[in-house]
């Protein structure tokens, strides 16, 4: 059984579609938060791309990072802001890290990204995760408390923007910390992040290989996850295959390719297993 190749990927309906929806600015309606009649929100759309296999060197992606560069250090979204205090660092902390997670050549989103990493190495600079360390070099940052969503580090931005920016040390210590963080990662997976799904072909797993490909991108993750892809391992199947099974068409992370039924969902199934095992396995 073939895996879908990048090619296919980038040239089945699932893509075509996205690319139709963009935008001459180079979004796809609200950054945030959907808006009546968009197909999408631009977040979803860079999800959904990035995991079709599109890059940098895509014009819709050079598009998407041109919009989201407009408003990086406005403290606004394209469409759709909201009125409360830390909103403008929500905007920043968001644009950054989508940027990030497609180039490092963004001079002002690098910034933010290490401002970031500042923050969390303070927060993490005896080991464990504290509380009031994290406030004060939070407060120093920004000039306030953190609040409406800051108050840690569990959240999909923080965590993409950190990806390879801290030392040793604190990557190890993070990792530690968001595997057992009660509620596991915030728009990604409900947690404690260090116990598998019991049940494979559901949408809690679905949810968890997303936490898990989020992690992949610590240093420390070949270590820190190597009981997630022994359980992964556990999973497959005897011809060697993998199947989340129906619960797994989320269309942000599958599917992606056009083969249909059950036979598709494998190959894409397998296809996404393997690439995350790939880099989460120690060599």
Known sequence: MKEPTILQMRQSKWAQQLLAAQNEDGGWGCFHTLSAGAPATTEQALRRLENLGFTEADPCIQKALEHMDKYLGTGTFPNGNEKWKGWNIFCDRALAAWICRFTQKNERANAVAAQWANIVTQAFVEGDFNADAYAAAFNDAFGMKPKHGFENISNFYPVSLLRGRLDAETDAAVLDYLLNYPGGIYYICEGPLKEPPKEFQSRHANRYLSAL???????????????????LEDQRSPDGTFDLGPAARDMVNLPLSDKRGREGRVIDCTYRVERLLRAIETT
């Not at 490909?213 to 359980?231: D, I, N, R, V």
């Open 213 to 231: 490909e989020l992690m992949s991108g610590y240093t420390c993750a070949p270590t820190k996850l190597h009981f997630a892809a022994q359980w």
